[in-house]
């Protein structure tokens, strides 16, 4: 399989739930990315790492928990979210340190949370 | 503060017609310039980036744009729109190499038969 992919697909979570979504990359990159992307609003960056490390943390609320345990996994680990954590979140990855780095984008986790 | 601003939030144009999305972005010093779309309940897909090569980007479905230093724009086009175009359109910026990558609103574009 080629290409980012992530798991599940759609998913709908009361609010006290625990839920994790995945995502895997087979490109041999070395950062990972998770965005939201919420309807009438940009994309928002919400974690980057980089070589295993979080490099950045865009002032998300804590319900929200990464996970890269290996350079080609990254987990968004959620719980007691909030209605308007609704989104489509994507993963994204790239290679660092080249002039002309460029992310490549997983088709996203519709995610619900009621 | 360096902006990416795409002009026109939702742009409509007949089958064969030209495809124009307009994309500028706040600094006079040539950023890393990339487009995307994203078609319905998918994520995003590289579409072209300008590489300083050549001011006019070739990329995938026949899509094309110009980096226009001058202008600070980095406009999409297509000679000819076809329905299958019917998507979201998100002009990218990265200001130096490791910096963040910014992207713009979003253009829809429909295609009217």
């Known amino acids: 399989e080629t290409g980012v992919t992530q798991t599940p697909r759609h998913l709908v979570m009361g609010m006290t739930n625990k839920k994790s979504l995945k995502c895997e990359q087979h490109?041999?990159?070395?950062?990972m990315y998770w965005y939201k992307q919420s309807a009438k609003k940009p994309l928002e960056l919400m974690f980057v790492?980089?070589?295993?490390?979080?490099?950045e943390n865009n002032s998300v609320p804590s319900r929200f928990s990464p996970e890269c345990p290996n350079s080609s996994h990254l987990f968004l680990h959620l719980h007691t979210l909030q209605p308007e954590d609704s989104a489509l979140y994507l993963c994204?990855?790239?290679?660092?340190?080249?002039?002309?780095?460029?992310?490549?984008f997983g088709p996203g986790t519709r995610l619900l949370v009621l | 503060a360096q902006s990416v601003t795409q002009l026109g939030s939702h742009v409509s144009v007949s089958e064969g017609a030209l495809v124009l999305l307009r994309c500028n972005y706040s600094?006079?010093?040539?950023?890393?310039l990339f487009w995307y779309v994203q078609y319905p309940n998918q994520g995003l897909q590289l579409l072209l980036k300008?590489?300083?090569?050549?001011?006019l980007v070739k990329g995938i479905n026949g899509f094309e744009a110009e980096f226009k230093k001058s202008e600070t724009s980095f406009h999409l086009t297509k000679p000819s729109a076809h329905m299958s175009d019917a998507a979201e359109y998100f002009c990218?910026?990265?200001?130096?190499?490791?910096?963040?990558?910014?992207f713009g609103q979003g253009t829809e574009l429909s295609v009217k038969p």
């Open positions: 994204a990855s790239s290679r660092t340190g080249t002039a002309f780095e460029t992310q490549y």
């Open positions: 490109l041999g990159h070395n950062a």
């Open positions: 790492y980089s070589l295993e490390e979080r490099v």
């Open positions: 600094s006079s010093v040539p950023p890393y």
């Open positions: 300008y590489t300083s090569a050549a001011t």
């Open positions: 990218a910026v990265r200001w130096n190499q490791g910096g963040k990558l910014i």
